[in-house]
């Protein structure tokens, strides 16, 4: 089964630091996915980790630790265009993600 | 194509009656998907294609709902004598058969069902 458990709603002052936390519960788990989500959109890719540690892509990183079942993404030198909503998705087996409900993140001057 | 293209990107449909949603993949991307999100809420899995293995239903929430695909091209999503609950944006995915390889999506289909 599956069980994903991350902030519903989270606010950060523009030019700061965010880390958005995600613990989940996944049968045949397999990695761990990031995505982000703007209002009215299609979620888009951000990261991909299935060895425990920090993946660093520019001003975002992805923390896993698979024994703990816990997951981190972490926003640098925030902008207000990634107020956003942030997805959460383990993948379970060879090739099917499950969402969370995701965090949405409002970015404030 | 360049992305993934659904259509219609609108639709609002008597309660009752059938729709058809179609969505067409990237070139090459084996993997297809189908998921419903509803207003506010997460991203919810319906069914999932790869190339030609039968596909996972697990996520379809009745018998009113089916999908088929052609090998590795266009899919259709049919919602038979939709309910106002089925009103949401049902969104298509692709993406390489790759272990983490990422999802491409499409802008969705907003469906209302009056």
């Known amino acids: 089964g599956q069980n994903i458990d991350q902030p519903t709603e989270m606010t950060a002052t523009e030019g700061a630091i965010v880390q958005i936390n995600c613990t989940y519960q996944t049968s045949g788990f397999n990695g761990l996915f990031w995505y982000q989500q703007h209002a009215g959109e299609a979620p888009t890719f951000l990261s991909y980790n299935v060895l425990d540690g920090l993946e660093e892509k520019g001003r975002f990183s992805s923390f896993l630790s698979r024994s703990k079942g816990y997951s981190y993404l972490l926003l640098k030198e925030l902008q207000m265009k990634d107020s956003a909503s942030y997805l959460c998705?383990?993948?379970?087996?060879?090739?099917?993600?499950?969402f969370g409900t995701g965090t949405k993140l409002q970015v404030i001057p | 194509g360049a992305g993934v293209s659904q259509s219609p990107s609108n639709k609002v449909t008597e309660k009752g009656k059938d729709v058809e949603l179609r969505c067409d993949p990237i070139s090459g991307h084996t993997a297809l998907y189908w998921y419903r999100q509803r207003l506010g809420q997460g991203l919810e899995f319906l069914i999932y294609f790869q190339g030609n293995s039968a596909p996972d239903k697990s996520g379809l929430p009745s018998d009113r709902f089916s999908a088929e695909r052609t090998g590795e091209s266009v899919s259709t999503l049919t919602i038979q004598r939709t309910q106002q609950e089925d009103s949401a944006v049902y969104l298509c995915?692709?993406?390489?058969?790759?272990?983490?390889?990422?999802?491409?999506f499409g802008s969705g289909t907003r469906l209302t069902v009056v």
């Open positions: 995915a692709s993406s390489l058969a790759l272990q983490g390889y990422g999802y491409t």
């Open positions: 998705a383990p993948l379970r087996g060879y090739q099917k993600v499950t």
